[in-house]
Structure formats: structure tokens, C-alpha cells
């Protein structure tokens, strides 16, 4: 075989791999573009929640600023997309008064959401656990109680969640939504005994950001 031959094949292989990489360049660019057409088409909503309720077990405040805050609430998502589905991969829930979180996080088990479907949870938030305050927010928690007789507690949820068009799933997307819940120590027109804490019947909608 001559130079110019081997030459020749050289050249022949080098437009071979050219052409290869064109074309796995080119699917994977189609592929991509699709997935991009679909998910501007279908364009994903936001879950859509609810605080139900809220059952007060504790709610003490000591003199040194230790705040015990043990609540069960129900929070219900439901997912208002016709063709997305929604995978829930981690969500903590917790209580906050005036940005200042007062209860330990409280980690939901991970779940799927078909369309349409909902999805109710019913966890405890607390734990028995006393978290300090600073003490401008224990003058104001002191003040709310005494004279409005009402507490506006945001329930808050922090979480990861993913999108399915089909078999397709998204990356992680971040997930917060807040929940203001306000808890009359006062009237109790809203409100029932259950055994020694108070179930606040609620149904108040709550802010998502996706």
C-alpha cells in the first residue's frame, strides 16, 4: 500500500468520525428540542395548597424565653396539571412566628402525585421540644396573645420536587410554601376540644414558589 493510499484511508476515517459525531449531535439536539417544545406546550402549574386545620397541643411561653409549640395540622396539594406529574422527594414542614422558626422541621415521607390528583398529609410539628425566641419577638408573641387574643403562626414547607411529562422527569426543582394560620387563644367559635388541645378549622389558602 502506498502513502497515498494510506493517506486516502486517513482522510476516509476522519469523515466517518465527522459524520458520526454530526449525527449523535443531531439526535441529541431533536431529542432535547422535543422535550423543550413538550414542556413549553404544556407549561406545568404550580401544586395548589391548603391549610385545613391546625390542633394546638401547647403553646407556652416561660420568662426566659423558652417557646413550647406542639401542633398536628392537615395540609392538603393537590395538582392541577392534566398531563404532569408531580414526585415529592423531600419535604420538611415546620412553624414560624414572624420569620423565626419555633418548631424542629418535620420530614414527609416522599410520594407521587398523579394528575390531578391530591395529596393529604396530617403531621405533628414540635415535638415537645422548647425553642428560645429573641426578645423582641417574645414581647410581640406577649402582646398578640394579651390583647388581639390572636397568633398568626406561618406554617411553612421547604422541600424538592420533580416533574414527569410521560417518561420524561425533570431535574429538582425547589419547593416553599407558606401557610398563615391564625390561632385565636380567645374565641373559640372556630374551634373544638380535642381532649386537652384545640382543633382550629382553618381552610386557608397558602403562597407556592416553585
Not at 482522510?11 to 428540542?33: C, I, P
Not at 406545568?44 to 420568662?63: E, R
Not at 406554617?155 to 411529562?165: F, L
Not at 378549622?201 to 414558589?209: A, G, P
Amino acid at each position: 500500500m502506498t502513502a497515498k493510499d494510506c493517506g486516502h484511508n486517513e482522510d476516509n476515517r476522519k469523515k466517518l468520525h465527522r459524520r458520526l459525531f454530526a449525527a449523535v449531535l443531531g439526535f441529541t439536539t431533536a431529542v432535547l428540542f422535543t422535550i423543550l417544545l413538550v414542556w413549553l406546550i404544556l407549561r406545568p402549574a404550580k401544586p395548589h395548597f391548603i391549610l385545613q386545620d391546625a390542633t394546638v397541643y401547647a403553646f407556652n411561653l416561660t420568662s426566659t424565653n423558652l417557646l413550647t409549640a406542639n401542633f398536628q395540622i392537615t395540609l392538603s396539594s393537590r395538582n392541577p396539571n392534566g398531563r404532569i406529574g408531580i414526585y415529592y422527594d423531600k419535604i420538611d414542614v415546620y412553624a414560624a412566628y414572624r420569620s423565626q422558626q419555633i418548631t424542629i422541621p418535620t420530614l414527609l415521607p416522599p410520594s407521587y402525585q398523579g394528575h390531578k390528583d391530591t395529596t393529604v398529609w396530617s403531621p405533628f410539628l414540635g415535638g415537645g421540644a422548647a425553642v428560645p425566641v429573641a426578645p423582641n419577638l417574645a414581647a410581640s408573641l406577649k402582646e398578640d396573645g394579651s390583647s388581639a387574643g390572636t397568633v398568626m403562626v406561618n406554617v411553612r414547607v421547604d422541600g424538592r420536587i420533580r416533574w414527569k411529562v410521560g417518561s420524561f422527569v425533570s431535574g429538582k426543582y425547589r419547593l416553599n410554601v407558606n401557610c398563615p394560620a391564625y390561632i385565636n387563644f380567645g374565641d373559640k367559635k372556630n374551634a373544638a376540644a380535642v381532649g386537652a388541645a384545640i382543633k382550629h378549622q382553618l381552610i386557608m389558602d397558602c403562597n407556592v414558589d416553585v
